[in-house]
């Protein structure tokens, strides 16, 4: 894996030792607290909603995006939980994972072609004309 150094030099890794690799916003904000590792609630961004399990031992969770053609061969690009703190997306190769678990689907596009049940005839309309 080639990365670029802050001071511009070409960085050369063993694609096997990558664990993951952050798009961070800013280089100068503090590193991400560990509890921001797993959502704490159900997530409110459409997609699945997975838990990786690192060789090492680490687990995180994010998003993934809910078409399959998006997938990459080489690994999986995800939204971490915290986007806006510090880290927009991160890439986490295949060979770095041990499980990957998908604990649900945010925004399924199954109800978008569900009808709505009609109000109660008791209810008063408010907003009609």
């Known amino acids: 894996m080639e990365l670029l150094s802050q001071a ?6 063993p694609y096997a030792d990558v664990r993951l690799v952050s798009f961070v916003r800013d280089f100068d904000q503090p590193e991400p607290r560990p509890e921001l590792r797993t959502f704490t609630t159900r997530p409110k ?3 699945l909603w997975v838990r990786l399990a690192f060789r ?18 080489y690994g999986f690009s995800i939204v971490p939980p915290d986007p806006d703190y510090r880290n927009q997306r991160v ?8 499980d990957l678990q998908v604990l649900g689907v945010v925004g399924s596009p199954l109800n978008i072609g569900r009808r709505k049940k009609p ?11």
């Open 8 to 13: 511009g030099e070409l960085i050369l890794l």
């Open 45 to 47: 961004m459409d997609g």
């Open 56 to 73: 090492d031992g680490g687990c995180m969770d994010g998003i993934l995006p809910n078409n399959l053609l998006q997938l990459e061969n």
């Open 91 to 98: 890439f986490v190769p295949r060979a770095a994972l041990r």
């Open 119 to 129: 109000p109660p005839k008791e209810q008063i309309p408010l907003f009609e004309q």
